[in-house]
């Protein structure tokens, strides 16, 4: 058997994750085997990190959507926290995970690395409150979104996150908010937009009310345009 060019052989990587050595499966292409007998695993499948900074409940919604799709999986969470909840969450559903602190993200190519051997097709952010750094940019160039809970351009930016997004909202008067899933760029939530959806806030609608519909819009939308990006059949708008 030989690989064609659209095929990969799947090989392991370990690296130190916040529980120790984590490993997951890695994607070597045709160039680098170019006449590879039988006995190694080939297959398709398209890889996504996940980056998030508390609780995880939009990237467990992720995990368990792709879970079981020969397409596509969730390769690796990774987190600045090394408290957040979003670890107990990849642990329970077995997904290993990498803890990194500013220097490592900011003044090393650790993080990137990691991602690029791991062979990561789109990164994903839900939650994730850092920007993210220029190598990693550059590599993932329109291959990096986020979701925010409001319609950009308006009520983002540094600090815009959470429940202070929808009580900006409501002290705005707006007459609708709702979510923005958007290309990440170098400057906070001023990516191009990719989709919105919104709804109205009515009268007596507090920041926690408003989050539960933003968090519905999240869990119903984020994957499906996941899906859409990576092309995936099932995910038509």
Avoid at 214 to 233: A, K
Wanted: charged share 20%; net charge negative.
């Amino acid at each position: 058997m030989y690989l064609s060019q659209n095929q990969i052989i799947v090989k392991t990587t370990r690296f130190q994750g916040p529980a120790g050595l984590c490993q997951t499966q890695v994607r070597c292409t045709f160039d680098e085997f170019p006449e590879q007998e039988t006995g190694l695993k080939v297959e398709y499948m398209k890889r996504i990190a996940i980056f998030a900074s508390g609780s995880g409940t939009n990237a467990q919604n992720i995990i368990e959507h792709f879970a079981g799709n020969p397409e596509v999986e969730v390769s690796l969470v990774l987190t600045n926290n090394e408290h957040a909840y979003v670890l107990k969450r990849a642990a329970a559903l077995k997904v290993p995970a990498y803890v990194f602190n500013r220097e490592l993200f900011y003044e090393t190519g650790r993080v990137h690395d990691i991602l690029r051997d791991i062979g990561i097709d789109l990164i994903v952010l839900a939650g994730f409150l850092w920007l993210v750094p220029r190598n990693i940019l550059d590599t993932w160039n329109g291959r990096i979104i986020n979701i925010h809970p409001a319609l950009l351009p308006k009520f983002g930016g540094k600090g815009m996150y959470g429940d202070r997004v929808h009580q900006a909202v409501i002290e705005a008067g707006e007459k609708e908010t709702g979510i923005t899933i958007h290309y990440v760029n170098e400057v906070y939530d001023e990516g191009e937009i990719i989709f919105q959806e919104k709804f109205p806030v009515l009268r007596g609608d507090t920041p926690e009310t408003i989050a539960e519909k933003v968090h519905m819009l999240e869990y119903e939308h984020y994957p499906r345009v996941i899906g859409q990006l990576l092309s995936l059949p099932g995910n038509q708008q």
